[in-house]
């Protein structure tokens, strides 16, 4: 019997800090596993060996800033069959997104003597608004279990395990004591489950890096953190991080009249 | 007169995006340009307006492989504008966390970026097939770094613990304790790693560089001290104007850093250690020396056996501050905010990590300015490569091609943190 080929897999960067695509390295334990059930065919931050797609998975990292990326993105959705994002930023555009509250032309000033020098777009986007996406990964970052989790899914056929739920949930499960009932504001209530809700386990709201969850209650949550003290720059911010642009986050920062 | 172009497109094993640009005329390097094309993301003019209680969390995210650098760089600015003062076993934990990034970050660049260059590997995938164990072991250490951010910081990329004033938790005793046995056995791998380093085949290549690196009463550089240099700079953090300046040049979305005296300058490992060997505990002198370092070493290739030795000692001084750790009374020092300017700079794995902010009287930030180490680092990368390439215009494409990259990957540049990625074409003409 000839063995199956193993399945080409390609990990892609845009506009990001890394840090998704470095969950894949800090896989210790499973790193040398994943490299002999797939072929790693293009992954340039760890790897000089590239060839050629099409490719079998794509992991998308980044959102997309210029004109260049806006093509590349293109490219990489033809010559991939199944293509997930990875993280905050290819899934909705990122910290960096917060140029899209603002005239991208001041910040070019802001930060560059020549900003002549600098291409970029107005907006930071996230892939979906470029190509159609077969699986969206929150947070910033992924978490690496359930990277490893859609990486076993996809070899063996089967749909990835990834609750939709709110991160209050993972609290219950873990023990946490609320930390909104003691008076801290959090996001977890409208925040998507996945990083295992880290932050109420170190005593501090959650800050929403995994994005909305599902049809999310914000409204009511900004008004319970109203109760609890927060003025609407501090509702604004707080929507307005790594997830500005994903809409129901975005929708509420603007419902603050700032 | 022939002419001759060689690219590379996408510099690999690096962390960002960057081409180089080399030119030659009648047999000598006449331009030897990094450029950096890293779609640039504006974390100076959007932290305008923000909190400082938001501001580790945002400067975190600027690099996924070093967010305690940034982290740390931002709260101490926040905490010399607002008259606070950490330290303790608030400080020592600080130190701690640091040691995890370093050992993290060191060591995916030691065995998995860099090695495969000496061994003529494409990675360390390929390499683990005839050097299974040196990877499996790396692969351990590694985890070690990274399990000590956690317990600390609760995830290994962009931990969630660090504000200004200390912690929002500090972990107990017990939960500490775990890290001892995973971190001797760390330490023991990090010395092998330090002797296997020292057996690769190096080139005998050295240049006379400006070493800077924060120097610290007593301790190896990792949160504080005073900028130094091997040429005469011994300045505060906050006189860095008064030394070094930026400048915006055409192929980069990095700024440049320079001395404005003399020009191009390096950090990272061979400056810390150049201008700090001295501060490490005898017996990771002896490590060193045994591995053929002298007090300073000038030759770039290997700063892979720096990165060794220093990865060594981050396991060392982390069973150090856990075996003398007793839980602080309070995870972080009470204060109020206050108009004020701060500055802060640490020792990233990759060189000193520069911040300036302004804040508002509410602890607002009015202007924030971050210098990474792989900017500053960018002039000195590019003369190394024109000397390289410059001793071996005669030797064929692909070894001037593999030996540039490898003379890249030498600084375990950060082309994200600068902003910034690699595209390598060679002109003759």
């Given amino acids: 019997m000839t063995a199956r080929p193993r399945p080409r897999l390609a990990v892609w960067k845009f506009a990001s800090c890394d840090g998704c695509q470095l969950s894949l390295l800090d896989c210790e334990d499973e790193l040398l596993a994943v490299a002999g059930a797939v072929e790693i065919a293009n992954f340039p931050e760890a790897s000089s060996a590239i060839s050629d797609g099409p490719y079998d998975l794509s992991l998308v990292e980044g959102s997309v800033t210029t004109a260049h990326d806006a093509e590349r993105i293109l490219e990489v959705r033809k010559q991939s069959k199944f293509l997930v994002t990875i993280g905050a930023c290819a899934t909705a555009g990122g910290i960096q997104a917060l140029r899209n509250f603002a005239d991208v032309g001041e910040f070019i000033s802001a930060v560059y003597a020549r900003p002549d020098y600098i291409k970029t777009l107005a907006t930071s986007t996230p892939i979906s608004a470029h190509v159609p996406v077969d699986l969206e990964l929150r947070g910033c970052p992924i978490d690496k279990g359930q990277l490893i989790e859609v990486l076993s899914a996809i070899l063996a056929g089967r749909k990835p395990n990834i609750a939709a739920y709110s991160v209050c949930i993972e609290c219950k499960r873990r023990n946490t004591v609320c930390v909104m009932v003691q008076g801290t504001p959090c996001l977890g209530p409208a925040t998507h489950a996945g990083c295992g809700a880290i932050c109420p386990s170190f005593r501090r709201g959650c800050y929403g890096c995994f994005g909305p969850m599902e049809t999310p209650n914000t409204a009511a949550l900004a008004h319970e953190w109203e109760l609890l003290g927060a003025s609407p720059q501090e509702i604004v911010r707080s929507f307005r991080s790594f997830n500005c642009a994903a809409e129901a986050f975005r929708k509420e920062s603007e419902a603050h009249g700032i | ?429």
């Fill in chain 2, 1 to 429: 007169m022939a002419s001759k172009t060689i690219k590379v497109d996408y510099l690999a094993r690096v962390e960002g995006e960057g081409a180089l640009d080399l030119e030659f005329t009648d047999g000598r390097v006449t331009s030897a340009r990094l450029k950096i094309f890293e779609p640039p993301r504006f974390f100076e003019a959007f932290l305008r307006g923000r909190s400082y209680t938001e501001l580790p969390d945002i400067v975190a995210r600027i690099c996924g492989i070093c967010p305690i650098a940034y982290q740390m760089g931002s709260v101490h600015a926040a905490e010399q504008a607002f008259g606070v003062s950490v330290d303790g076993q608030l400080r020592a934990l600080r130190r701690l966390i640091y040691c995890g990034e370093w050992i993290s970050s060191h060591t995916l660049h030691v065995a998995m970026l860099h090695a495969p260059d000496f061994l003529g590997f494409p990675d360390a995938i390929q390499m683990a097939r005839d050097h299974g164990d040196l990877v499996r072991n790396a692969l351990t250490l590694k985890k070690a770094g990274n399990e000590l951010m956690r317990v600390l910081g609760g995830r290994e990329i962009h931990p969630v613990s660090v504000k200004a004033g200390g912690f929002h938790r500090v972990p107990t005793r017990a939960e500490l304790a775990p890290m001892t046995e995973t971190l001797k056995r760390a330490r023991d791998i990090a010395v092998e790693l330090v002797r296997w380093t020292a057996g690769l085949p190096f080139p005998n290549f050295e240049q006379d560089y400006e070493f800077v690196a924060l120097r610290h009463r007593d301790e190896y550089p990792l949160n504080e001290g005073r900028l130094v240099s091997n040429r005469g700079i011994n300045i505060e953090i906050a006189d860095y104007d008064s030394e070094f300046e930026e400048r915006h040049v055409e192929h980069s979305t990095a700024l440049h850093s320079v001395v404005k005296q003399r020009g191009a300058y390096q950090v990272g490992p061979l400056a810390r250690y150049a201008l700090n060997s001295d501060r490490l505990p005898q017996h990771i002198q002896g490590l060193a020396a045994e591995a053929g370092l002298g007090p300073v070493c000038r030759n770039p290739f290997k700063s892979i056996i720096v990165r060794a030795v220093e990865t060594a000692y981050a396991c060392e001084e982390a069973l150090r501050i856990i075996g003398e750790y007793e839980p602080p009374a309070a995870a972080a020092v009470a204060f109020t905010p206050r108009e004020g300017t701060g500055f802060g700079c640490t020792e990233a794995p990759r060189g000193i990590c520069w911040h300036r902010y302004e804040f508002e009287a509410d602890g607002t930030i009015r202007r924030a300015r971050i210098v990474p180490p792989t900017s500053q680092n960018q002039p000195c990368i590019e003369s190394d490569l024109a000397a390289v390439a410059g001793g071996m215009v005669d030797r064929p494409d692909d070894e001037i091609r593999h030996r540039c990259e490898q003379a890249i990957r030498n600084y375990d540049p950060c082309i994200s943190c600068s902003t910034h990625f690699l595209k390598l074409s060679i002109r003759r003409s």
